[in-house]
């Protein structure tokens, strides 16, 4: 069954970056889609970017600029390059994949942007 993981949260100072990655197992990673979304404290789970199975990419408005999604399909991965990072971006990230009617979620990485 297909299954993902997200790796590579912590906490970071205001202005640094992280990167998280996605592992994907469990079907043909070149044909879905992988979305992150995001999930602070006592707030819903909102969309953060979308990298497509032809590599389309698309991002909220909020993280455009400072964040970037790419995948390696090769390696069944996909990443999140989290730059000038913000204490707004403190929250839980997830990554989902998309195929066709079905999708499947990660269990999250907790990102904490402190000093």
């Known amino acids: 069954q297909v299954q993902l993981v997200e790796s590579g949260g912590g906490l970071v100072q205001p202005g640094g970056s992280l990167r998280l990655t996605c592992a994907f197992s469990?079907?043909?990673?070149?044909?879905?889609?992988i979305a992150w979304f995001r999930q602070a404290p006592g707030k819903q789970r909102d969309f953060v970017a979308r990298i497509g199975a032809s590599n389309y990419v698309n991002y909220a408005n909020p993280v455009k600029g400072r964040f970037t999604v790419s995948r390696d399909n090769a390696l069944n991965m996909a990443f999140l390059q989290m730059n000038s990072l913000r204490r707004e971006d403190t929250a839980v990230y997830y990554c989902?994949?998309?195929?066709?009617?079905?999708?499947?979620w990660g269990p999250g990485t907790q990102v904490t942007v402190s000093s």
């Open positions: 469990g079907s043909r990673f070149s044909d879905v889609a």
């Open positions: 989902k994949a998309e195929s066709g009617t079905e999708s499947y």
